[in-house]
């Protein structure tokens, strides 16, 4: 954070129905936190409560959706292509401030933030975030309230999360506040105050979240830790691409945080299991061209 170099924030913004969203809000989300009033107070106060934090993550994020909706009216299309005339996409949104001494996660939509560490019976796994689906009972009570509807787990059988930045179509009632739309802007909170066993933080949309539980997700994480892996990069692209292989077919997006628990072991890493793969893909095309061949000399 310009304000705090020792407070780094960490987000994933998942965009749907185009990526307007999504960049606008990453590009634009920690200037927007830097002017809200509670942050202020924050880097002011003596005590500087992570509470404080919070209040600041839900402000940020309102304001956020306000200037999208802006942004979004004033539109220039970059081309003459229809589909660049008008901007009505959305993105969910799952971030995290790491303080020197907390965790502060805001979320909204079905991104996910999670943590890896040792509840001193043995390693497990915190869940820093809820996905929201229209389906949950609170999520369902305040589509309904606003005026929607729930089919095929969707808002208005359309939309498959229930909180947002953008997608203002879902957001029309004047009478109401941002927080009682169909679709809500407003994030859900969690604190936690790190410990020296904390070893991992990922946040991801739910493209690897359909394929991985969260503890499934830290765990993969984990074992290329183990396997000498300490380039951070390496070990999200292999993260990435591990969740293509399982069978995602949506887009990814991943960030892996190394806290100060994480043990990093002995042996080759990412490069090493590439070249693993290169070699029995290789194996495998062989295989195959001398399976051809025996085909072809058995015909004859």
Not at 156 to 184: I, N, T
Request: aromatic share 6%; glycine share 8%; hydrophobic share 35%.
């Amino acid at each position: 954070m310009p304000s705090l170099p020792d407070h780094i924030y960490f987000g994933v913004f998942d965009g749907h129905g185009g990526a307007g969203a999504a960049i606008y809000t990453a590009a634009h989300l920690v200037e927007v936190i830097e002017e809200t009033k509670e942050w202020k107070e924050y880097v002011a106060s003596s005590t500087r409560e992570p509470e404080m934090i919070g209040k600041a993550l839900e402000a940020a994020f309102l304001t956020m959706d306000v200037k999208l909706r802006n942004y979004q009216a004033n539109y220039t299309p970059t081309s003459d292509k229809a589909k660049d005339l008008t901007d009505t996409s959305g993105c969910t949104a799952t971030t995290c401030m790491v303080t020197p001494l907390h965790l502060i996660c805001a979320n909204a939509g079905d991104s996910r933030t999670v943590l890896g560490t040792d509840s001193g019976e043995g390693l497990t796994t915190i869940a820093m975030s809820e996905d929201h689906k229209p389906e949950d009972q609170g999520e369902y009570d305040r589509i309904i309230a606003a005026g929607g509807s729930v089919q095929w787990k969707r808002v208005d059988g359309d939309l498959a999360v229930s909180r947002a930045l953008g997608d203002f179509e879902y957001k029309k009632r004047s009478d109401l506040p941002a927080e009682q739309q169909r679709v809500s802007p407003f994030p859900d909170i969690k604190v936690l105050e790190r410990i020296p066993v904390d070893d991992v933080l990922i946040l991801a949309c739910d493209g690897v979240w359909d394929v991985y539980s969260s503890e499934e997700g830290v765990e993969a994480v984990r074992t290329l830790f183990a396997m000498g892996e300490s380039n951070m990069m390496l070990v999200a692209e292999e993260f990435i691409d591990s969740a293509m292989t399982k069978g995602s077919r949506d887009n990814i997006s991943a960030i892996v945080v190394k806290l100060e628990g994480a043990t990093i072991g002995t042996g080759g890493g990412v490069a090493a299991l590439r070249q693993a793969r290169e070699e029995e893909e290789a194996a495998s095309r062989q295989r195959g061209v001398s399976h051809d061949v025996a085909e072809s000399t058995t015909y004859k």
